[in-house]
């Protein structure tokens, strides 16, 4: 019988423990899920962890075969020295679901001119100059080409839209212009008439949207930012927008969360913000994961989404 730590907030423990126990007998694992009162660290065979959770020290944990992440984002665990079982981050289907949804929904906000037709009811039928392009004339660029932002990829190039994705190794995705590299950087840049950050916090990704970088976008390029905050230097941005560099920005996450009450974004007319909702793990899906990989470790079968703690994702 395996030990399995639920180490999340215990408000999600009620959401958690129904689907984990039905996907951990789907999979054929015999376990016990427990809370930290349970059981001693020494007897944990395997962590259900979060960064909210109560397990941030994993020295004790001295049998535990892998810390199984309820997060895709593991930038505050990644360099954990106490850490040294093997980390695998969160890939959930619904997880990528909340976000194709989010960066489509907002995209599609920014390509049909909504905010213009928002504040001009005022009885003038005002038609002509304002018919939207097609999706097949309108640029994306999505900076971060994983998962998540594959998924996203797809279904916009599937609306129609000429979607670039830019990662750091080369990549194929059907019906994406993929680029990588400094120079493949400059170019998407070029072009994003829409640009979506969906990349990792990593010292490599931090302020990668700056002065400069922001100045290679076509003026009046829209930002959507439900990647991590560290991904923009936020004077820059909000300077872009003053100057009208950047036209709109929709931001879901913020170098602090939550986003302080005086930070300039929340007034701001052409900042939208929406807090870290952009996509949430979703029970069932995420606990299926958790099983598979559970099952795959006692098999002797690689882990899946292994972090690769160099890399730092
Ligand atoms: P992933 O599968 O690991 O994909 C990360 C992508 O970023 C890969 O394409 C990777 O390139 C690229 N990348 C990383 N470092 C890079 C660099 N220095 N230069 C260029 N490209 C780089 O991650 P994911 O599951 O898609 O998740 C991405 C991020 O979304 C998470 O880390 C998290 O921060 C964020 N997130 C936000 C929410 C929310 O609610 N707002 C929810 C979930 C996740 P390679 O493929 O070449 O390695």
Redesign the pocket.
């Known amino acids: 019988m395996l030990n399995i730590l639920f180490a999340d907030r215990i408000e999600n423990w009620p959401l958690y423990q129904a689907p984990l126990q039905a996907a951990l007998a789907e999979a054929g694992v015999t376990a016990r899920l427990c809370l930290p009162d349970d059981l001693p660290p020494s007897e944990v065979d395997y962590i259900v962890y979060s960064p909210r959770g109560p397990v941030q020290d994993f020295t004790a944990y001295t049998r535990t075969r892998a810390v199984l992440s309820l997060w ?2 593991v930038e505050r665990v990644v360099g954990n020295a106490t850490l040294t079982q093997p980390l695998c981050r969160m ?1 959930d289907e619904g ?1 990528s679901r909340g ?1 194709v949804e989010w960066v489509v929904g907002h995209a599609m906000r920014y390509h049909l001119d909504v905010d213009f037709f928002q504040t001009h009811q005022d009885g003038v039928w005002r038609q002509a100059g304002h018919v939207p392009p097609l999706a097949t004339e309108r640029a994306i660029t999505i ?7 594959a998924a996203c990829a797809t279904t916009l190039a599937q609306l129609g839209f000429k979607v670039t994705g ?4 080369p ?1 194929t995705v059907a019906g994406v212009t993929c680029l ?1 590299g400094a120079d493949g950087l400059r170019e998407t840049l070029s072009t994003a008439e829409i640009l979506v950050t ?5 010292p ?2 931090t302020n990668l949207l700056n002065t400069e970088t922001l100045a290679l976008l076509p003026k009046g390029a829209v930002i959507l930012n ?3 905050g560290n991904l923009i230097d936020d004077d820059a941005l909000l300077a872009a927008l003053e100057t009208g560099q950047v036209g709109a920005a929709t931001l ?2 913020f170098k602090t969360e939550p986003l302080p009450p005086e930070h300039p974004y929340w007034a701001h007319p052409k900042v939208t913000v929406t807090p ?5 793990t979703r029970p069932s899906s995420a606990a299926r994961v958790i099983a598979e990989n559970i099952r795959r470790s006692e098999e002797g079968a690689p882990l899946l989404h292994l972090v690769d703690r160099t890399r730092g ?1």
């Open positions: 895709a984002g890939v997880l976000m900076l971060g080409i994983g998962a998540l932002g830019w990662s750091r190794t990549k990588h969906i990349l990792p916090n990593t490599e990704t439900p990647g991590r879901d996450v870290h909702i952009a996509a949430e994702y």
